[in-house]
């Protein structure tokens, strides 16, 4: 399945492309590193983190009710991971911006060996979408599947979560 | 690893100048999606297999804006250039719960089989979906032009299509549909989930019935398992929403009428979820014929894991509940009965690599063997499925390092498995 001259140059081609000046779009690669980063920027404080696919319906439920909760809450730390392919890039950024959530941090798998990137989330995740993780101040960890709600997020956050 | 995908890789990184850490995709790219690269079975996205009467392997699987069918008269060593099956490009479905199904119906020359394909055309970003079917009457030289199943000429999800032939020649395709979705949001009511549907063709796929509903409350995002039930009927098993959110299994049997006979919940499982598992059971009959294998996953309150269990139509029970893995990561389990031996294959996760099981049933289900590995990878790969020639029971699996692979299951005698130290 390999020709290794070509892949050598292909990698040696797309690696003088990666210089290039990264796009507007607020998706970034996911990589199996990238929730230990996520973790450390996020270092003492409470924050939330949503799993979305662009070809699961109930996410995008969830992605409109997030999008609500942002606008009376702006300031609730909310990290989104889509776990779509990159074939599918200008499609989540669109559905992003529909619901109100371009502007929340966004990451969106790098790699098409998605069991190895959801096991570097969550071992014991499944893959069912949507998928919930909050994380409290000291980082004790608590999972959700499927849509959240807000009494749920009342559960989880320390702070007060306000509504219309 | 798809040219489409690494298409928009590659425009990712050319024109974007965006890094995305892909070094599976990279290499693979290589080899399959170059410029003017090849289309094979190996290069393209999630195939399907099925064998004639001859012992030829006949696979169907999509690739940029096409689905292709190629054959192989030597297990998988060398294969016939493909052949377009939809000649104008439009966008199959094309992941591990939505794939392009094939069937061969078989004729005196091998140059006049009729060649059966159904796909799912995605009509738009937000779950629409068109159920297509098209055939070869040449021997899988040339396809008829594509044509959509669904009858309702809504611009609405119709997808996860099923196709089976029955002993008796009557073809049935069976999907998830969202009409009644959307007559009910029309009249403002609430209406959870999807619904099944099905059509079928009394004539080789010359033609088809009107749309036949089965059941309300489907689950929306799960492919829709498969068996015969007599000489025309078919029985099917999917994901159905039971109460307000628990997503576990439903059994029924079709008649080629449009008769739904038998509906039946088929596994408690609990699973109180509001989300899409994108995990869809398999089903083969048993040797007595009332009785069907059935395996899925689920993550409920009763079982959480990759479960096997048989059921009968005759006392609409289920027996003989196994938990095959429970390990995180496992999924995708298929089930085929060759020479009376039962066996089904998953696949794992260990955190590193995906590994391809294999457990077998000598007594229909009561006891299973240790599973052993049958291939593994550390690069993406599809889901494993079983497919059976004239001869013998095959894996049939792709993947970003090894390409297509068609592997033989060996047969086993009842007698290895015990004390072998």
Redesign the interface.
């Known amino acids: 399945?390999?020709?290794s001259l070509?892949?050598t140059?292909?990698?040696l081609l797309?690696a003088s492309?990666?210089?290039?000046?990264?796009?507007a779009d607020q998706l970034r690669?996911f990589?199996t590193e990238s929730f230990a980063q996520i973790k450390s920027n996020y270092a003492g404080r409470e924050f939330l983190v949503g799993l979305w696919?662009?070809?699961?319906?109930?996410?995008?439920v969830e992605l409109e009710m997030m999008g609500q909760l942002l606008r009376n809450n702006p300031d609730l730390p909310f990290v989104l991971i889509s776990t779509d392919?990159?074939?599918n890039?200008e499609?989540a950024v669109?559905?992003l911006a529909d619901f109100g959530l371009a502007e929340i941090e966004s990451w969106m798998f790098?790699?098409?060996?998605?069991?190895?990137l959801?096991?570097s989330i969550d071992?014991?995740?499944?893959?069912?979408?949507?998928?919930s993780y909050f994380f409290d101040s000291s980082h004790a960890m608590s999972s959700h599947?499927?849509?959240m709600n807000l009494s749920l997020l009342r559960d989880w956050f320390a702070r007060e979560i306000r509504v219309d | 690893?798809?040219k489409?995908?690494c298409r928009?890789?590659w425009q990712?990184?050319?024109s974007?100048?965006?890094?995305?850490?892909?070094?599976?995709?990279?290499?693979?790219?290589?080899?399959?999606t170059?410029e003017g690269g090849e289309v094979s079975v190996?290069c393209g996205n999630t195939p399907s297999a099925t064998f004639d009467d001859l012992g030829r392997l006949w696979v169907a699987f999509v690739q940029g804006q096409h689905v292709y069918v190629s054959h192989s008269a030597d297990l998988g060593r060398t294969y016939s250039p493909p052949v377009k099956v939809n000649i104008e490009p439009e966008e199959a479905e094309h992941?591990g719960e939505n794939r392009p199904k094939i069937l061969v119906i078989d004729e005196e020359s091998e140059h006049a089989a009729t060649v059966l394909v159904s796909w799912t055309l995605k009509t738009s970003?937000?779950?629409t979906g068109e159920i297509r079917f098209s055939r070869s009457t040449d021997g899988g030289r040339s396809f008829a032009l594509p044509r959509t199943i669904n009858d309702d000429e809504l611009f609405a999800g119709h997808r996860f299509e099923s196709m089976y032939l029955t002993e008796s020649g009557h073809l049935y395709l069976s999907w998830i549909d969202k009409r009644d979705l959307e007559s009910s949001s029309a009249r403002g009511e609430d209406y959870v989930g999807a619904a099944v549907y099905y059509a079928v063709s009394h004539d080789g796929g010359a033609s088809f019935s009107a749309n036949y509903p089965v059941a309300a409350h489907s689950c929306?995002?799960c492919r829709i398992a498969v068996a015969p039930r007599g000489n025309e009927n078919i029985a099917i098993l999917w994901r159905q929403i039971f109460g307000a959110?628990v997503r576990d299994h439903a059994i029924a049997e079709l008649t080629p009428a449009g008769k739904v006979l038998g509906l039946n919940r088929a596994t408690y499982d609990e699973w109180?979820?509001?989300?899409?598992?994108?995990?869809g059971p398999a089903m083969v009959q048993a040797a007595n014929a009332d009785d069907y294998h059935l395996s899925w996953?689920s993550?409920g309150d009763a079982h959480q894991g990759i479960y096997y269990a048989s059921y009968s139509f005759a006392d609409r029970q289920a027996r003989h509940v196994y938990r095959v893995d429970g390990a995180?990561?496992a999924?995708h389990p298929h089930l085929a009965l060759r020479d009376g031996v039962l066996h089904l294959v998953w696949k794992g996760?260990d955190?590193?690599s995906?590994h391809i099981r294999l457990i077998r049933s000598f007594d229909a289900g009561a006891s299973w063997s240790e599973p052993e590995t049958l291939l593994s990878t550390?690069?993406?790969?599809d889901y494993p499925l079983l497919v059976q020639s004239p001869d013998g029971l095959f894996l049939s699996w792709h993947g970003?390092?090894?390409?297509y692979v068609l592997q033989a299951i060996p047969r086993q005698s009842r007698a290895l498995p015990d004390i072998e130290e």
């Open positions: 399945m390999r020709i070509a892949a140059t292909l990698s797309v492309l990666l210089s290039l000046p990264a796009r690669p990589t696919s662009v070809d699961c319906p109930p996410c995008l392919s990159i074939a890039r499609l669109e559905l790098a790699d098409d060996f998605e069991e190895r959801r096991f071992p014991d995740w499944y893959g069912e979408l949507p998928r599947s499927g849509i | 690893m798809s489409s995908i928009a890789l990712a990184a050319c974007l100048g965006v890094m995305w850490a892909c070094a599976s995709a990279m290499a693979a790219a290589a080899n399959c170059a190996h992941n970003a937000r779950f929306e995002c959110d109180h979820i509001d989300a899409c598992p994108h995990h996953f993550n995180a990561g999924g996760f955190g590193q995906s550390n690069e993406a790969s970003e390092e090894h390409g």
